[in-house]
């Protein structure tokens, strides 16, 4: 049923907006109803990352603010499937965690190539197939050959296990669980807890090839020399970490230190790498520091927390540890410090589309998709006023050119009468013409000046004989008076029902403004509560809420537009009437008179 009200409205509003829809192009799969478009944008203006980079792992925040169709997947989200750009291709990815009774996910996708300075890689989600058969999700596969290690720090219970096909697993861990942190879960340590990997083949520096570490952290303060993470065998150790207020990369000796301060009680993404006698510190994707450094080959166990050679133990909380046996790029650890945070520049979140029999998605369907139960509360109630106000100004008109029809055609009658107000009004009311001018202002207000001259001329003796007859000055105004009450009762008459084009008119925009100011108060918080407050995770939601207010404005500009159009119509007709009144009081005033 909610399908079916959406697409109704929507279908409504996209005739009504011409060009509002796009074309959805091709459609991976039949079986699946919905995808969700996204776009990596490494322009200046979104994750600025300049050159191209490969492999990268992308996550993707889904909350109400962003995705408002949990309800339409199955309930783990194994129905999910991620398609390249191409709309062909498969992607590897998987859920960090997938819970759609609060309605919220963390999505990581296998990006084979991030173009730079483009907004050229795009990416379907495609979801809501109850039927899906097994084999979504790759965990191991949504990292490549070189990344060999991943702690999302997610485990319910138990020690924090390596998402990658190496199974670099930790032995040890005293450090306390986050269930809620940067992403998904995450650890803490307060100043003496350690998370213990041990040593493996594929866990070890090769001059050859280099290593990259890399980390999530939020301090409150400075460090005493703490270790983040560091890769040790013996007296060689290469260790990311923080010394006072500054992040800091060491290799056998060699140090590089980033030039400005961590911000405390902020999530900074930390990144060290080593490769071609380099070291480079990393500060949220940006080189921060570097420096010379001979590379040898370690092989010892991989530690996170703890203190660094000379230095105290880490305080703080850390989230998304990663190792990989390469020197990754620059543009590698931009892209991919600038889709993990809370301001994730580099995902753009796009239209929902739906498989139809004319394929096609449009904006309009993406603000239905994140209307909030008081938007859409709004939204019916100015509906159901804009149909009223319709209806009105419809019948309306109608009756208002019913009114100048009989009222043009009784001024012709009138004009050609021989001043014989008894027999013109007889004629009229027991005629033929009675229901052509059952609605004429002109002839129901003469019809009454008629009935009252009748009244006082009635079995007056010179009338009987064939005489003139005179009215003295106090019964002619007697007459107008009753063709005045008559005139007032006419105009109230031909109002009737306008003042609920005016309560429309003004009441509309409030009570869209009304809708959008809760909206809004309810995107606002989702997004809080789900930690995502990119522009890209507001936008939706904002859309969505400003459809209020574009549905009481939608009420008031045709009512107003009506309102005005018959208003002046109205206003015409009583002067008519009021001339007509002050030419028939004439007619009489001579005919009568002494």
């Not at 944008?41 to 191209?52: C, H, L, R």
Request: charged fraction near 15%; glycine fraction near 12%; include cysteine.
């Amino acid at each position: 049923m909610q399908r079916l009200v959406r697409l109704v409205v929507g279908m409504c509003i996209a005739m009504a907006v011409p060009g509002i829809a796009l074309s959805a192009g091709s459609w991976w799969n039949g079986d699946w109803k919905f995808r969700k478009e996204l776009t990596l944008d490494t322009s200046p203006t979104g994750a600025d990352v300049a050159g191209t980079a490969q492999d990268v792992p992308v996550l993707v925040r889904l909350s109400i603010a962003n995705f408002n169709y949990f309800n339409d997947t199955k309930p783990d989200g194994s129905d999910f499937r991620v398609i390249d750009g191409d709309d062909k291709t498969p992607l590897k990815f998987h859920f960090e965690r997938f819970d759609q009774t609060n309605q919220m996910a963390y999505l990581w996708i296998h990006a084979p190539k991030v173009t730079g300075a483009s907004k050229a890689d795009k990416i379907f989600a495609y979801y809501g197939n109850s039927s899906a058969p097994a084999g979504g999700p790759d965990v191991a596969g949504t990292y490549d050959v070189a990344q060999v290690l991943t702690l999302h720090f997610g485990e319910a219970q138990g020690l924090p296990q390596d998402a990658t096909a190496y199974k670099n697993n930790a032995s040890a861990s005293t450090a306390e669980a986050v269930p809620a942190s940067l992403i998904a879960g995450g650890v803490k340590f307060n100043g003496g807890q350690l998370v213990t990997v041990p040593a493996t083949a594929s866990l070890r520096l090769l001059p050859a090839q280099g290593l990259t570490l890399t980390a999530w952290v939020k301090v409150d303060g400075p460090q005493a020399k703490a270790t983040v993470v560091a890769l040790a065998d013996g007296a060689k150790e290469a260790v990311l970490g923080i010394d006072g207020a500054r992040a800091f990369a060491s290799l056998n000796g060699a140090t590089a230190t980033a030039g400005t301060d961590l911000a405390p009680g902020q999530w900074h993404h930390l990144a060290l790498t080593a490769g071609g006698g380099t070291l480079t510190v990393y500060v949220d994707g940006a080189a921060a520091g570097n420096t010379t450094a001979t590379l040898t080959e370690i092989g010892g166990s991989l530690t996170v927390g703890g203190a660094a050679r000379g230095g105290g133990f880490l305080t703080g909380e850390v989230d998304e540890v990663g190792a990989a046996k390469v020197a990754r790029s620059a543009d590698w650890v931009k892209a991919s410090a600038k889709s993990q945070g809370t301001e994730a520049p580099l995902v753009v979140y796009g239209a929902d589309g739906q498989k139809e029999g004319s394929g096609g998605t449009s904006y309009f369907g993406t603000i239905i998709n994140h209307l909030t139960l008081d938007s859409w509360v709004v939204i019916i109630i100015c509906i159901g006023m804009l149909i009223v106000g319709l209806i009105i100004m419809v019948m309306k008109a109608f009756f208002l050119s019913t009114v100048e029809k009989g009222n043009r055609g009784f001024l012709k009658l009138f004009h050609e009468s021989a001043g014989d107000e008894a027999a013109l009004d007889k004629s009229v009311s027991g005629g033929p013409q009675a229901a052509q001018f059952a609605n004429s202002t002109l002839y129901r207000a003469f019809h009454v000046g008629a009935s009252e001259i009748g009244k006082r001329i009635h079995g007056r003796p010179e009338a009987k004989g064939g005489g003139s007859v005179e009215l003295s000055e106090q019964s002619i105004e007697a007459v107008r008076a009753s063709m005045d009450a008559t005139l007032v009762r006419e105009g109230q008459r031909l109002s009737a029902q306008m003042v609920l084009l005016t309560i429309a008119i003004a009441g509309g925009p409030f009570l869209g403004l009304l809708g959008t100011v809760i909206g809004v108060m309810i995107t606002f918080a989702a997004i809080a509560a789900s930690g995502d407050v990119n522009v890209n995770a507001i936008a939706p939601g904002v859309s969505a809420a400003l459809a209020a207010t574009v549905a009481g404005l939608a009420v008031a500009i045709p009512c107003l537009f009506g309102y005005n159009w018959l208003n002046s119509r109205i206003k015409a007709i009583n002067a008519d009437t009021r001339v007509f009144a002050d030419e028939f009081i004439a007619r009489i005033a001579e005919k009568y008179s002494n």
